[in-house]
């Protein structure tokens, strides 16, 4: 029997305590081997849904990674420890893959901006593309207002024109019948009047002469204001032209030529 010393720290002494050597125990082995076996688990609480390997598998989202050793001593004999829950590497492959998630949805907020870049690229091409037909679709409808207002005074233009020729056409038309009316007083040597007498044919000359008399009647009676009652007849000598002279508010009788040449006064 072996005697254990102790130090008493209230007597401040060593005291002996007699303690019994045991039996000698069975022969120890060493270690020959350590295998570390990983297991991927679909619950946290206990390996699960899945098989232990020996190459450590990558850590899926929602998955827990698992780990024990697999101990084999000299003597072949094989222990193996409770399985342990892998937190650190479970910790380290959450935040990896919450990396890798960022990162996808980096890339892929990435690839939505350069899509609209690309969009709005193409939308202003085509809102270039539309300003440009715009203004050229402007530019044709200034030019053919401006073609429009050029034929509008050329339209005005050629019926000032017109009306000018009218008027011309019209002036002539009664010189025409002025002439035609002497041509046909010369012919039948009808009398005319001139400088408000008449003017008779002469044989022996072979022209009008001025009778002296007087080719207007009386003065008549006052008219209202403004009114003209009689019309005045002339032919030049020089070109038999006969001048009907009236005033604009002459509102007397009407003289004509008819079919025949002759002249005539509607009352």
Do not use: C
């Not at 002469?209 to 008219?223: F, L, N, R, T, Y």
């Amino acid at each position: 029997m072996a005697i254990l010393r102790v130090y008493n720290s209230l007597t401040q002494q060593w005291e002996s305590i007699p303690y019994i050597k045991g039996d000698k125990g069975d022969r120890g082995y060493g270690v020959s081997s350590v295998i570390y076996e990983y297991y991927l688990s679909t619950s946290p609480a206990s390996p699960t849904g899945g098989d232990w390997g020996t190459i450590m598998p990558a850590i899926e989202s929602g998955k827990y990674l698992w780990v024990r050793t697999k101990t084999t001593l000299e003597n072949n004999q094989v222990i193996t420890s409770d399985p342990a829950l892998a937190t650190l590497l479970n910790d380290i492959s959450s935040e990896e893959l919450n990396r890798r998630t960022a990162e996808t949805n980096r890339n892929t907020a990435e690839g939505l901006r350069a899509s609209a870049e690309s969009d709005r690229v193409t939308a202003e091409g085509l809102r270039s593309s539309a300003e440009s037909l715009r203004v050229t679709a402007e530019g044709n409808r200034v030019s053919a207002e401006t073609t429009r207002g050029n034929n509008e005074s050329q339209r005005v233009s050629a019926e000032a024109q017109r009306g000018y020729a009218e008027t011309q056409r019209e002036s002539a038309e009664a010189i025409r019948a002025a002439n035609e009316l002497l041509r046909i007083a010369s012919y039948n040597h009808y009398p005319i009047v001139q400088n408000g007498t008449w003017w008779t044919w002469d044989l022996d000359s072979g022209e009008f002469v001025d009778s002296g008399e007087q080719a207007e009647g009386p003065q008549g009676i006052q008219g209202p204001t403004g009114n003209v009652y009689y019309a005045v007849f002339s032919v030049d000598p020089s070109t038999g032209v006969l001048t009907m002279e009236y005033d604009s508010a002459y509102t007397g009788a009407n003289f004509y030529i008819d079919n025949n040449g002759h002249l005539e006064v509607q009352v």
